[in-house]
C-alpha cells in the first residue's frame, strides 16, 4: 500500500539532486573563466600599400601587321625563241649575279655565226687588195700610165667593200648579241623560287622560264592607319617583330595612297642582312599611342571583381580606431603586363591595398607594411 508514495518521494530526491550538481558546475565554470587570463587583442592584418596617382593621359602599344618582301623579284624569261637545252636548277636554288640559270639550243645560231664571221673574213681580204690595187693605180695615174676612169673604178671599189665590211661586222655582233640572249643569268644575287618550264620545252619571247627572288635588300611592307603614318618620319629608326624577336629597322617611305579596302596606306622599311626573313613572311610594327582619358596605373593584384564589368578596390583609410579598408569601385581601361589602368570613386593620392585583397574586407583595421 505505501509503495506508491516511496517511489515519488525518490524521484523528487532524483531530480532535486540533480539541479543541484547542474548549479555547482554552471558556477564553476564562471568561476573558473572569471579568474583567468583574458584573450589577447587580435594583430591587425599586414598589408602594402600603392599610391594612386590621377593623370589625364596614358600610352599603350599598338601594332600593325605586314609582310616581309624582296627587294626585287621577277619572272625571267627568254627574249627570243628556242628550246631549251640546260635548266639544271631546282626551286630554292641559290644564284650569284651573273650566274646562268637557263640556255636555248644555240647550234643555228652558232652556224650563223660561223658563216658570217668567214664572210666577214672575206670582205676584208678582199677589201685589203682592193686598197692595196687603187694605192698602186694611184702612183701609175700621176705618172698617166692608168687612165682616170680605171683609178675612179678601183677607188670606189675599195669604199665597197669598206661599206660591206661594215655590214658583216653588223651582222656578226647581232648573231654574238643573240648567242647572248639565248643564255638566261642572274639579274642579282637571289634564289629560284619557282620554275615553270623544263628542258625540251620550246619558249617564245617573254614566257616565263622561272621565279626569281632577290636575297639581299629585303623590306616590310606594313599597313599603318593614315593618322599614324603622317606622324612617321623617313629615316627614323623603329621596331619590327619577326618570329617574336624585336629589332630596330629604318623607314625608307611612306606610300601616299590608300588602300581601298583596307584604308590605310603602306609603310616600307628595311630589314637588316643580319636578320633571317622570307619572301611573304608576317612580320610587326610596334607603335606606342597617346590615349587621353584621366585615371591612374594600379596592380592587378589589387582588383576585386564586382558586378556590371566593374572592379572594387580596398582605399585605406586613417581613423582613430587605427588604419582600415574602404570599397571604392572603379572601371578597368587598360591592361599592361601586371599594372590596370583604372578611374572611378578613388580620390588623386589615395593610398589602396596592393596585394592579397582575398584576405581582408572592408572596414577591417589593417596595417601598412613599410616600403623597402
Known amino acids: 500500500m505505501n509503495s506508491k508514495?516511496?517511489?515519488?518521494?525518490?524521484?523528487?530526491?532524483?531530480?532535486?539532486?540533480?539541479?543541484?550538481?547542474?548549479?555547482?558546475?554552471?558556477?564553476?565554470?564562471?568561476?573558473?573563466?572569471?579568474?583567468?587570463?583574458?584573450?589577447?587583442?587580435?594583430?591587425?592584418?599586414?598589408?602594402?600599400?600603392?599610391?594612386?596617382k590621377v593623370t589625364s593621359t596614358y600610352t599603350r602599344p599598338v601594332s600593325y601587321l605586314g609582310l616581309v618582301t624582296a627587294g626585287r623579284k621577277a619572272n625571267l624569261g627568254f627574249e627570243i625563241a628556242g628550246t631549251i637545252a640546260e635548266l639544271p636548277w631546282r626551286e630554292g636554288s641559290p644564284l650569284t649575279e651573273g650566274q646562268l640559270i637557263a640556255r636555248l639550243d644555240d647550234a643555228s645560231l652558232q652556224a650563223s655565226y660561223s658563216a658570217t664571221n668567214a664572210d666577214l673574213e672575206q670582205a676584208r681580204s678582199e677589201l685589203e687588195l682592193a686598197n692595196l690595187k687603187a694605192a698602186r693605180q694611184q702612183n701609175l695615174r700621176e705618172s698617166g700610165a692608168v687612165s682616170r676612169e680605171a683609178f675612179d673604178e678601183t677607188r670606189l671599189r675599195a669604199q665597197a667593200l669598206s661599206s660591206r665590211v661594215e655590214a658583216v661586222t653588223s651582222r656578226v655582233r647581232s648573231l654574238q648579241i643573240l648567242i647572248d640572249k639565248a643564255s638566261l643569268r642572274a639579274p642579282y644575287a637571289g634564289v629560284i623560287a619557282d620554275r615553270f618550264l623544263h628542258e625540251g620545252a620550246v619558249v617564245n619571247p617573254g614566257i616565263p622560264v622561272v621565279r626569281f627572288i632577290e636575297t639581299a635588300g629585303r623590306e616590310a611592307n606594313i599597313g599603318v592607319a593614315v593618322a599614324k603614318a603622317k606622324a612617321l618620319v623617313v629615316g627614323n629608326v623603329y621596331a619590327l617583330k619577326l618570329h617574336g624577336k624585336s629589332f630596330s629597322s629604318s623607314l625608307l617611305s611612306v606610300r601616299p595612297d590608300v588602300d581601298p579596302v583596307t584604308r590605310v596606306t603602306t609603310a616600307v622599311f628595311s630589314i637588316p642582312e643580319n636578320i633571317d626573313a622570307m619572301d611573304g613572311e608576317p612580320i610587326t610594327l610596334s607603335l606606342q599611342e597617346k590615349i587621353s582619358s584621366n585615371g591612374g596605373w594600379l596592380p592587378i593584384a589589387s582588383l576585386l571583381e564586382s558586378s556590371r564589368g566593374l572592379w572594387n578596390v580596398l582605399r585605406l583609410e586613417t581613423t582613430p580606431d587605427g588604419t582600415r579598408t574602404v570599397r571604392e569601385t572603379v572601371e578597368v581601361l587598360e591592361i599592361q603586363g601586371d599594372q590596370a589602368y583604372v578611374r572611378g570613386t578613388l580620390a588623386d593620392h589615395s593610398l589602396v591595398v596592393a596585394s592579397g585583397v582575398h584576405r581582408t574586407t572592408p572596414g577591417t583595421v589593417v596595417s601598412i607594411a613599410a616600403k623597402q
Open 5 to 52: 508514495p516511496e517511489k515519488s518521494l525518490s524521484g523528487l530526491l532524483g531530480i532535486g539532486a540533480a539541479a543541484l550538481i547542474t548549479a555547482g558546475l554552471t558556477l564553476a565554470l564562471h568561476t573558473r573563466f572569471a579568474m583567468g587570463e583574458k584573450p589577447a587583442p587580435r594583430i591587425p592584418l599586414t598589408v602594402e600599400a600603392v599610391e594612386y
